[in-house]
């Protein structure tokens, strides 16, 4: 999956599903930067071609959240 990702040119991340993995793991969250701002800080769903490793093992709010991006194309987020 990976040299097929290098060979179109697109962005690759693979995401291991655990059992203490949260949505924001893999969707990203908000932090305070150096300006205090708030800053959105992308997870690896925003990679073009995702590799996702054993989602059973993950709790279902997790998975809800990946489904959620697969099926509607949309992230919630905070």
């Known amino acids: 999956v990976n040299t097929i990702a290098q060979a179109l040119g697109l962005d690759f991340k693979r995401i291991q599903f655990t059992p203490d993995l949260m949505p924001s793991d893999i969707l990203g969250s908000e932090i305070l930067d150096e300006d205090r701002h708030f800053k959105f ?19 279902p709010k997790t998975q809800a959240a990946l489904l959620e991006a697969m099926q509607e194309r949309a992230v919630t987020v905070a």
């Open 41 to 59: 800080v992308k997870g690896p769903i925003f990679g073009n071609i995702i590799l996702a490793d054993e989602i059973n093992r993950t709790p």
